[in-house]
């Protein structure tokens, strides 16, 4: 059984004439420590998809199974622990707080989860070891998102959900970010899901989920996913 299975999944926004239908019958499936890409347009509902995989908005028709269970049937309660223990969100404009330090800011996973990692080898995982007591804005857009990817990463979550997790950063520190979600997926067998509307990343994913207008237009799966040192953008 898939890791992952998304089926017949519909989400609507608003009633009668401003009825929005954000996904419209969505199927797939992802397996377990793969690296996904869900790649689309602007408005094509990758965002709505998300938030439904990692508990933050609920579905209205069909079923999204996750390790066995279907979690469009969890009340607000079971959504809650879901989304506090088995999810790490990573966000496009890192939503750290201001005024805790890097380490402090991985620190909060451990208030939310039991058996949280220690923040400093995260922190050095992601290649921020020297910077453990500066603030957010003492550090670059990539520096940043790596402290971000710490905080997701320290809960020790079963999914790791990035919505445009490069989409303020500039090139080389794009590709660091993304570096460290491959590397999440391969070496610590993280289930890691990339939304992006970039196409140029797809080739470094292990299966590329194409939505637009609501739907899944292809699933392809990579057998051989680029390196990201030798990708170009
Ligand atoms: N909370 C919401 N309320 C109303 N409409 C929404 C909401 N979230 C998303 N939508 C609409 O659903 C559609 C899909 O949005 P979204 O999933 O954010 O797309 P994407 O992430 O691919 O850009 C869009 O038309 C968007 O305006
Ligand atoms: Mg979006």
Not at 88 to 113: D, H, P
Not at 158 to 169: F, M, R, S, Y
Request: glycine residues 8%; proline residues 3%; charged residues 20%.
């Amino acid at each position: 059984m898939p890791y992952i299975e998304v089926k017949n999944s519909s989400k609507f926004y608003g009633t009668g004439d401003n009825r929005i239908v954000a996904n419209n019958d969505v199927n797939f499936e992802i397996e377990k420590g793969e690296l996904v890409i869900i790649l689309g347009s602007s408005g094509a509902g990758k965002s709505t998809m998300l938030n439904i995989l990692g508990g933050m908005d609920t579905s209205d028709e069909g079923q999204v199974i996750i390790d066995g269970v279907d979690i469009a049937q969890f009340n607000s309660h079971q959504r809650t622990n879901y989304r506090r223990d088995d999810v790490g969100f990573v966000f496009q404009f890192y939503n750290l707080v201001a005024n805790l330090t890097a380490k402090e800011n991985v620190e909060l996973a451990s208030e939310i989860v039991k058996d949280a990692l220690d923040p400093v080898t995260v922190l050095e995982q992601v290649g921020l070891g020297k910077r453990l007591n500066n603030f957010p804005a003492q550090l670059s857009g990539g520096e940043q998102q790596r402290v971000s990817i710490a905080r997701a990463v320290a809960k020790r979550p079963k999914i790791l959900l990035c919505d445009e997790p490069t989409g303020a950063l500039d090139y080389q520190t794009g590709k660091q970010v993304l570096q460290i979600l491959q590397d999440m997926s391969r070496n610590e067998g993280v289930t890691v899901i990339i939304v992006t509307h970039n196409s140029a990343l797809a080739p470094i994913a292990d299966r590329v989920i194409h939505m637009r207008d609501a739907t899944v237009k292809s699933v392809k799966l990579n057998n051989t996913p680029q390196d990201i040192a030798t990708l170009e953008y």
